[in-house]
């Protein structure tokens, strides 16, 4: 399934397909644009099926409650709503329009990448591990951005052989978009990213 957002600040497209011959899709993600900024979020449950179901779209839906606040909180929020649960892995983008500046905060293996037309890539390393509602720490990180920067979030089911390049090479998140499908066909496991250009 695919989804888009979009106002003059920001175009981003959702894709999403679950592992082949199930039934719950153990990844969940969240996407809005208001007129002051853009937040997302990934989650991708532990296991596979319904648990993992329970714990990401409990993540999502308390970023679809709370999207105003700040990236740290948002993070704690998704802790906090993975206890008792199987616990998840998490990626929070927050970009801010009026101040060119995004914000992201990552637990796990969810992969996140902007690059630049200046031709800066911007890799933020994660902290290893997955949210369970223990305490947990948090790296927590700003930045500025270009106008016409692209960016990729994407789950461990995309196996993609070199996002850096796709984000060079295409100039539209549709073409970005279209290039992946070959890989998403290729899945052994539920699949999620998010592609999105700051205009
Ligand atoms: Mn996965």
Known sequence: MIQFESNPFVHTLAYQVGKKGTVY??????IKATNEYFICVVADGLGSGEMAYMSSAAISRVVENHHEDNVQSLMERCNTVV????????SILKVEFTNKQFVY???GNIVFVLYSPSGKFIYPLPILGYLSGKPQKYRTQSYSYEKGSKFILYTDGLKAPSVKSLLK???????????????????????????????
């Open 25 to 30: 899709c153990g990844d969940s993600y969240f």
């Open 169 to 199: 090479d295409f100039h539209t998140i549709e073409d970005i978009s279209n290039h992946l499908e070959a890989y998403t066909r290729k899945r052994d496991d539920d699949l999620t990213y998010i592609v999105g250009q700051l205009l």
């Open 105 to 107: 905060s990552s637990v």
């Open 83 to 90: 206890k008792d649960k199987r616990g998840a892995t998490v």
